[in-house]
């Protein structure tokens, strides 16, 4: 995670952002500190980077590699507002030991439209990553990749669309996805749980799972219903200023998918 230190609403770059809507800074902070503590109190570890003044948007840790078995693909931000974030991704993990680190070559947004069901990466493309980027990012970690493509610039990333439950279980809006893409989605995902308009515009789907508990915004109320019949656990999170700049949950939490001890 990457703590708001810096976290400001200065340009937009997506439907959710208005600059001169204002920000307030302390309420981010209060409530950035409140999902890691969430994290934390449910037995996660919480490693953190830090926040470089002048991009406000790196709050959002997502955005800045996809890491499975200790292979590290780094970001390639499609704005220029976002660019140098990548760098500082890259020296985080250099600078940990991390075996394989791997510059992009083609824009892709990380976490934001990649997502690791089991074995199989879901690749989303239409607003941000390049979808050259998924051959790339199949190279890279080893892992089969799905592409999926997003129509609604509201769902501009795949994790405002979907989110993984499982290694097996996931939960989409159909509204956000082309009709090829959800044909994709059903034949792969048949018992996915399907979240209404609602849900899905009050960020319910920017959500992090650990297989028991979904950490997810506070105000996703009929999901989280759904998420219990499922024998889910729904941790409600409110985390309203993120919003502002068109993130919550997920978009602050960068997984780390370590290699599994031989
Ligand atoms: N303002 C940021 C952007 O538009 C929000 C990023 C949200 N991150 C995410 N993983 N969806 O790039």
């Not at 926040?51 to 704005?79: I, Y």
Request: proline share 6%; hydrophobic share 40%.
């Amino acid at each position: 995670m990457c703590r708001p230190t810096y976290f400001d609403v200065t340009y937009a770059i997506n439907p959710w952002m208005n600059p001169d809507k204002p920000v307030d800074a302390a309420l981010a902070a209060e409530q950035w500190d409140e999902l890691r503590r969430l994290y934390l109190e449910y037995g996660h570890t919480v490693d953190l980077i830090d926040p470089v003044e002048g991009l406000p948007d790196m709050v959002f840790a997502a955005n800045g590699a996809t890491v499975v078995d200790d292979r590290v693909l780094v970001a390639r931000f499609r704005h220029a507002e976002r660019a140098a974030e990548a760098p500082a991704y890259q020296e985080w993990f250099t600078s940990r030991g991390y075996p394989e680190v791997h510059p992009a070559e083609y824009v892709n947004e990380a976490e934001g439209d990649y997502m690791v069901v089991g074995r199989t990466i879901l690749a989303g493309t239409g607003f941000r990553t390049d979808p050259r980027a998924h051959a790339e990012l199949e190279r890279a970690l080893g892992r089969p990749v799905i592409t999926l493509n997003l129509v609604d610039p509201r769902y501009y990333h795949l994790d405002t669309a979907l989110a993984v439950l499982s290694d097996t279980e996931v939960m989409y809006y159909p509204g956000a996805f082309s009709p090829e893409s959800l044909a994709i989605l059903r034949e792969l995902h048949p018992d996915a749980i399907l979240v209404d308009e609602a849900d899905a515009e009050a960020f319910g789907l920017n959500a992090v799972s650990d297989g028991l508990r979904v950490f997810l915004p506070d105000t996703a109320t009929g999901l989280a219903r759904q998420l219990r019949d499922r024998g889910f656990e729904p941790v409600g999170v409110d985390l309203s200023e993120l919003l502002k700049a068109g993130g919550s949950v997920k978009c602050c939490t960068l997984e780390i998918r370590h290699r599994a001890a031989a």
